[in-house]
């Protein structure tokens, strides 16, 4: 995406950008269409022409987005395989997560090649992108460096509350929710790759303060498992309902 003027000046699509709105949305002159930088800001627009090479807008107005979740989610997620990743970046994109942490798990499928890895986060921030865009979210989910376990729940300190979702806990998110006397402003996320975390790696991530809570009485696929702990999140805590819908949120 181009940089966006301010209100009243035109911008240009070209590229990819151009034949998403001409091609896939089929939209033409006078059409209307809201874009946004990734930053959180949105910008109503409306297309003054368009033509094989490119397309112009008008850009009508700017506003802070209001699609995004009232909580910060920064999720830690086991590697997975090829496809398998994909499926869970896009689909936890689409629910709200801010940020994404592959992790380097003892059971983590592939282990993944350091030549191929930049290109690998690469293609999984463009997926964040893509998942954005489609569920009219105002930003993009940072997709970081693969990391190891130790690095990521050495992160516990900056959330408001860090949860390791396990078949091993019989503990489920609501009953921990509502005994929260505020809604978390920061959420940290950690879920298992396929085969799950090791009994000592579980350990290490209570020790940091992570609480084990789990996913019900069926046994999940590790890329289910992820998208649906990150539902639940946003349903205990963020813009999906739940119990923590009137209580006020944490102190910034």
């Known amino acids: 995406m181009p940089e966006i003027p301010d209100t009243g000046l035109d ?18 002159r006078g059409d209307s269409l809201v874009l946004f930088d990734g930053s959180g800001m949105e910008y109503p627009s409306r297309i003054i022409e368009a033509t094989a090479r490119n397309v112009t807008l ?16 920064r999720v830690g997620i086991g590697l997975l395989k090829a496809n398998k990743m994909d499926l869970v970046i896009q689909k936890i994109s689409e629910l709200g997560v801010q940020e994404v942490c592959p992790v380097a ?3 983590a499928v592939p282990a993944l090649d350091p030549d191929r890895a ?29 990391s190891s376990l130790d690095e990521f729940v050495g992160r516990s300190r900056d959330a ?16 921990l929710a509502k005994q ?29 303060g992570f609480l084990p809570v789990g996913l019900g009485p069926r046994v999940l696929r590790a890329e289910t498992a992820a998208i649906l702990a990150v539902g639940l ?12 819908g009137d209580v006020p949120p944490a102190d910034p």
């Open 180 to 208: 929260q006397d505020r809604r978390p402003g920061r959420v940290l996320l950690l879920v298992g790759p396929e085969g799950g975390f090791s009994p000592e790696e579980e350990q290490l991530a209570q020790e940091h």
């Open 233 to 244: 999140v946003q349903y205990a805590f963020g813009d999906l309902g739940g119990s923590q």
């Open 118 to 146: 930049e290109q690998r986060r690469e293609r999984w921030q463009t997926i964040a992108q893509e998942a954005s865009r489609q569920s009219g979210r105002s930003t993009v989910a940072d997709v970081g460096q693969v």
């Open 105 to 107: 798990a003892r059971r």
């Open 11 to 28: 911008v240009v699509l070209r590229g990819p950008s151009k034949r998403y709105v001409r091609d896939v949305l089929r939209m033409g």
């Open 58 to 73: 008008r850009i009508l107005s700017k506003h802070r987005g209001r699609s995004e979740s009232p909580i910060h989610i």
């Open 160 to 175: 408001d509350i860090s949860l390791l979702f396990t078949p091993e806990a019989a503990r489920p998110l609501d009953e």
